[in-house]
């Protein structure tokens, strides 16, 4: 599974459905689980990288809400997980609270009190999603750069100019421009500095930039 959704995992089919029902209506591309098992089965592959937000239902046969969410966070999800149950103990809303849950609705939910609740979580999603998805686009360019182009880019984005970049590394200043030039084109910009406020503006900055960068190594 790719992209954002509700994940609504409920054994109770009426409730289920009608969380469904009301969550498109609201504009939300989401889909119902009757339990904890066939949404963990649908997600195996990609269960650290879910993005949207989880409705679980705290109470369910075989694995229940609080075991579901330990086996998303163990995997390294973090998606956020949305409580509701019919029961309300303080003690499992607050472990489920401390697990990162963002909050613990009681059934019978308003349904606009969990659109709100939803929209919060929707919101910056989306932002994490994003940017999430440009990390992958950037990692893809940086990976057709040479090791030369790469060592350039890393001197480019910490404000060095050419004519310094060439004396660190004992080159012409003609052959860093004629290096430069080149990486632009696979950035598809026409600066460094024009692709750097691209990715900031995207939520990916200049620190994640290098530390990409380091990941792919330089060759020299």
């Not at 994940?7 to 009757?34: C, H, I, T």
């Not at 999800?77 to 103990?89: A, R, V």
């Not at 009190?113 to 940086?142: I, S």
């Not at 692709?195 to 939520?203: L, Y």
Request: charged share 20%; aromatic share 4%; glycine share 10%.
């Amino acid at each position: 599974m790719s992209g954002l959704l509700v994940y609504v995992v409920d054994d109770d089919a009426d409730v289920r459905k009608g969380l469904v029902s009301l969550l498109e209506s609201a504009g939300y591309p989401a889909q119902g689980f009757a339990s904890a098992e066939s949404f963990l089965d649908a997600v195996a592959e990609s269960m650290a990288a879910l993005a949207g937000c989880v409705i679980l239902d705290l109470r369910m046969p075989g694995l229940d809400g609080l075991a579901l969410q330990r086996r998303l966070v163990e995997a390294g999800g973090t998606i956020p997980i949305l409580f509701l149950t019919g029961h309300g103990e303080l003690p499992d809303a607050l472990v489920a609270l401390r697990a990162g849950a963002v909050d613990f609705l009681l059934k019978p939910v308003d349904g606009r009190l969990l659109l709100r609740r939803l929209d919060a979580c929707w919101q910056a999603e989306t932002a994490r999603f994003q940017a999430r998805q440009l990390q992958e686009q950037v990692l893809c360019v940086l990976q057709r750069l040479t090791g030369r182009e790469r060592e350039i880019l890393g001197f480019a984005l910490q404000g060095i100019r050419n004519w310094a970049i060439a004396e660190i590394l004992g080159l012409s200043l003609r052959t860093i421009e004629a290096h430069r030039s080149r990486l632009l084109l696979k950035l598809d910009a026409a600066s460094v500095q024009d692709w750097q406020r691209r990715c900031e503006q995207g939520g990916l900055p200049t620190a994640r930039l290098v530390e990409l960068l380091a990941s792919l190594g330089v060759a020299t």
